[in-house]
C-alpha cells in the first residue's frame, strides 16, 4: 500500500537459510518504525513462515545498529488522525499482527539490539526467545504520549516481570537496560553487541535440533494454558499435541537413542 510520502521502498527483509527466516524490519532511516505498510507486509511474512514446511525457526529484527523498532510510526498517526482515521489497528492491514497472531506455532526469536521501544518492545514480548546487545533499551513510553501499549504490552510486561516492576515501568514509561530485562526475566540472554549474532545462531541450531512437532505442542499448550488453573490444563486437548502423539516423531525419538544416531524428523 503506497504511503502518502511516496516512500514505496520495502519495509521488511525476508529469506529462508537452512530452515532459519530472517525477518529484518527495514527502515533504519527512522530507527524500524512500524507504519501500515510494515504491518502488512509483516503479516504476508508470518502467513509464509507457518505454511513454509522448510522453516522451523524465525528470527525477528531490525536493520541498522541503532534499533531494534521505536515502534509505531507516530508521524504517519498524526496524518491519520488528521484525515479522522479510526485508533484502532484492528481491520486494518496486516491484521492480525505477531502481537496478536495467537495461532503461530513455529518459535519465534527477537534479536534485539538498540531501541525496543512501544511497539517494537511488543514484538519482542510476542517472540518465544529474547535476545539482547548489552546497550539494548526497552521500554513502553506510550504514557508519555497519551497512548496505551495497544498491541499487548500492558498485558505481556505483566505477566512476563513481577507486577509491580511492570507497573512501575507502564505508568511512567520508563525504559530499562538490558541487565534490567535478564534481571526480570524478559530476556534470555544479553551478550555483546560483535555476539549477538552467534548467540542467535546457539539458539537457532538447539532449535532445529529438536523435535519439531514437540515444539509446536509445547508452545501451544504453554501459551494457551499459562492463565488457567492446573486441572483445567491438564484437562484440555491441544491440537499440537494431537498431531504429534499421532506422527511418526513420537516413534523417532525413542528409536534413534535406542540406536545410538540422531533422530531424522518428518515434521509431519
Not at 508470518?46 to 545498529?65: I, K, M, Q, S, Y
Not at 479510526?86 to 492480525?96: K, Y
Request: glycine share 8%.
Amino acid at each position: 500500500m503506497p504511503q502518502a510520502d511516496g516512500d514505496d521502498r520495502p519495509r521488511v527483509r525476508y529469506e529462508v537459510r537452512e530452515q532459519v527466516a530472517y525477518v529484518t524490519l527495514d527502515r533504519p532511516d527512522c530507527l524500524n518504525a512500524l507504519d501500515l505498510r510494515t504491518h502488512a507486509e509483516l503479516a504476508r511474512v508470518w502467513d509464509d513462515v507457518e505454511a513454509d514446511d522448510d522453516v522451523r525457526v524465525a528470527v525477528l529484527t531490525g536493520a541498522g545498529d541503532r534499533a531494534f523498532s521505536v515502534g509505531q510510526d507516530l508521524k504517519e498517526r498524526a496524518r491519520l488522525n488528521q484525515q479522522g482515521a479510526a485508533p484502532t489497528s484492528r481491520g486494518q492491514p496486516g491484521w492480525p499482527r505477531l502481537t496478536e497472531r495467537f495461532s503461530l506455532s513455529k518459535p519465534v526469536v527477537a534479536r534485539v539490539a538498540g531501541y525496543a521501544l512501544g511497539g517494537g518492545l511488543e514484538l519482542a514480548l510476542a517472540c518465544d526467545i529474547v535476545v539482547a546487545s548489552e546497550d539494548a533499551t526497552l521500554g513502553l513510553p506510550e504514557v508519555r504520549l497519551g497512548l496505551v501499549p495497544g498491541a499487548g504490552g500492558a498485558f505481556r510486561l505483566a505477566r512476563q516481570m513481577p507486577l509491580r516492576a511492570a507497573m512501575g515501568h507502564l505508568l511512567t514509561g520508563r525504559p530499562m537496560t538490558a541487565a534490567t530485562a535478564l534481571r526480570h526475566g524478559l530476556v534470555n540472554d544479553v551478550v555483546p553487541r560483535d555476539g549477538l549474532d552467534a548467540c542467535v545462531a546457539g539458539w537457532t541450531d538447539d532449535l532445529i535440533a529438536a523435535a519439531p512437532l514437540a515444539q509446536r505442542a509445547l508452545k501451544e499448550a504453554v501459551l494457551h494454558s499459562v492463565d488457567h488453573p492446573l486441572p483445567d490444563a491438564f484437562r484440555t486437548r491441544y491440537h499440537w499435541e494431537e498431531v504429534r502423539m499421532r506422527s511418526a516423531d513420537a516413534a523417532e525419538g525413542p528409536r534413534a537413542f535406542a540406536e545410538k544416531r540422531p533422530p531424522v524428523w518428518r515434521g509431519r
